[in-house]
């Protein structure tokens, strides 16, 4: 069942995070299935934020719940409460960035890493909630399971350096996703996320490995929590 995760940014502040896996449904929105509304209220009732990805590095603010659904971008971010903002994924990299005031989801495929999303969003964040508190990156494919062609790995390498250079289960040339987002987020002045499991893994959809249509997601919100007696957040 989805993973949550709840930080504390302040004085009866907090965001959680929720990473889905295929017991919690499928939450693609290309061919939206019967149910769905029904699978996100099970994560966080009402209107949620979520777009029409498409590898490049648009990131949006959303500023009231259910802004820009179905908007083209490839990353979301708020500084406003109760305000969910998803982004779906089966091999690419959904990354979590909180920020102060904070918070912000991001697709990232290779394309998108390769266009600067993590450092755009990272940069538009930090602007409007101030100075980075953690990064978290939900499951992705693992190079054992990512083979790429030597031109484009070439490029990444140029772009990334060559820790994003891997092999194969069978020795071929494959691309490191999770690296390169170590890479993003440290050069953009982010906490390196822990390395995440890998989508191989039948709890996640996987449309590389086993070509599924499903679609798991990162959803993230703020929410105003209660302070204990002695001033400290009960989250």
Do not use: K
């Amino acid at each position: 069942m989805a993973e949550r995760r709840t930080i504390p940014l302040g004085p009866a502040t907090a965001v959680t995070v929720c990473f889905t896996d295929v017991e919690d449904g499928d939450f693609r929105v290309r061919e939206p299935r019967p149910g769905l509304t029904e699978d996100r209220n099970a994560i966080h009732p009402g209107p949620w934020s979520w777009i029409r990805q498409v590898h490049e590095a648009a990131v949006l603010s959303v500023d009231q719940p259910g802004q820009h659904a179905g908007a083209v971008a490839d990353g979301l971010l708020t500084t406003t409460p109760d305000c969910p903002i998803a982004v779906t994924t089966a091999d690419c990299a959904p990354v979590v960035l909180v920020a102060e005031r904070g918070v912000a989801t991001v697709h990232a495929g290779w394309r998108g890493l390769l266009a600067g999303i993590v450092e755009e969003a990272g940069r538009q964040l930090t602007v409007r909630a101030g100075q980075p508190v953690a990064t978290l990156l939900g499951p992705c494919i693992g190079p054992e399971d990512y083979e790429f062609g030597d031109e484009d790995l070439a490029v990444m390498t140029d772009r990334f350096g060559p820790t994003v250079a891997g092999r194969t289960g069978d020795g071929l040339a494959a691309l490191d996703v999770p690296a390169a987002v170590a890479v993003a987020c440290s050069r953009a002045g982010w906490p390196v996320p822990d390395r995440p499991p890998s989508t191989s893994d039948p709890r996640w959809f996987s449309h590389r490995t086993r070509g599924d249509l499903g679609r798991q997601t990162a959803v993230a919100w703020l929410h105003r929590t209660p302070e204990t007696a002695d001033g400290t957040i009960d989250a």
